[in-house]
């Protein structure tokens, strides 16, 4: 596809809030625009997620996928593309993106908001059982069993509280004396159920797969094992990445979590979205 000299080309590779924000700002401002995601690789944090309550607008909170379905249907129609694969690689120099499927994109400007994603955890014997990252996504899977979550941020206490819904009981271990959270809400919240037990000082040493199939967590405070049926680890996050090569200046943004230190809040990856598109949109008028 070459580079069409009467309408301004951009790629957005990422479909969370940040993407879509700025995939819908260009469009309104007359950009051929398409967000580019894989999803099997890069599903944003936000379907992750259950409900959403500081975002603004929604006083009573909001279904955080139902959110990203109403960015998806907005940026859609004012024109924004869709195409179900990942960006691979870009040379700015050629205004080109290698895409998954070996195809080549070529365009005017790329934005990079391909997200964060959860950090790995690993301990002995972790290789033996699957850790998930997402409590929305796999939490049904151990309705009316037990399970651990790992971590004692703001997602861990949200998992936490998403699977006291559905499990017997939650053990959530905590490495310090204190949460890492920006707020008190979840954690008051996860301190009240009955079904969540808040372990401090707490971290898993090693881990046995019981012959009933039931994993045992060796804990290293001589607390005795814990026994349950899932294991949730919510440590934090690290940022996604696409190589770039050649002069990214005026051809490649980047915006999001993907940036470093980003503040990981909805609001602030649609604020930085809509910069990253304003940004563009101004280069392009001035050439
Ligand atoms: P955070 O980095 O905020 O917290 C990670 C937690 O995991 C901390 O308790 C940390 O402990 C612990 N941890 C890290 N490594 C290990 C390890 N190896 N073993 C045991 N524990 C470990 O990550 P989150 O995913 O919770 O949050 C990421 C960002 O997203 C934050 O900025 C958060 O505010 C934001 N967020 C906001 C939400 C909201 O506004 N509702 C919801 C979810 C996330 P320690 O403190 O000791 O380092």
Not at 166 to 181: F, G, H, Q
């Amino acid at each position: 596809m070459g580079i069409d000299s009467s309408k301004k080309t951009a790629v957005v590779a990422g479909a969370g809030p940040a993407g879509l924000t700025c995939a819908l700002y260009l469009s309104r401002a007359g950009f051929e625009t398409t967000v580019y995601t894989d999803e099997e690789r890069s599903l944003s944090q936000l379907a992750m997620t259950e409900r959403i309550e500081n975002y603004p607008g929604f006083p009573h909170g909001v279904d955080a996928v139902s959110l990203l379905d109403l960015m998806n249907e907005q940026a859609a129609c004012y024109g924004t593309g869709y195409d179900p694969a990942g960006v691979d690689s870009i040379d700015a120099d050629l205004h080109a993106a290698k895409l998954s499927t070996g195809k080549e994109v070529r365009a005017d400007a790329f934005v990079i908001a391909v997200g964060a994603e959860p950090a790995v955890f690993s301990f002995p014997g972790s290789d033996r059982i699957g850790i998930h990252t997402c409590a929305v996504c796999d939490g049904s899977l151990y309705a009316g069993l037990d399970t651990a979550v790992i971590g004692g941020g703001d997602t861990a206490f949200g998992d936490a509280l998403y699977l006291a819904g559905i499990c017997r009981r939650v053990t959530m271990l905590i490495r310090r004396d204190v949460a890492r959270v920006s707020n008190d809400i979840a954690l008051n919240a996860a301190m009240g159920k009955e079904n969540i037990d808040i372990r401090w000082k707490t971290q898993i040493s090693s881990i046995e797969v019981a012959d009933d199939r039931r994993i045992m967590l060796h804990l290293d405070n001589g607390d005795s094992p814990l026994t349950v049926d899932g294991v949730f680890s919510c440590i934090g996050v690290k940022p996604r990445s696409i190589a770039v090569t050649g002069e990214k200046n005026g051809v490649v943004w980047e915006c999001g979590d993907c940036r470093p230190n980003a503040a990981r809040q909805v609001s602030c990856a649609v604020g930085d979205g809509a910069r990253t598109a304003l940004e563009i949109i101004s280069l392009f008028q001035m050439k």
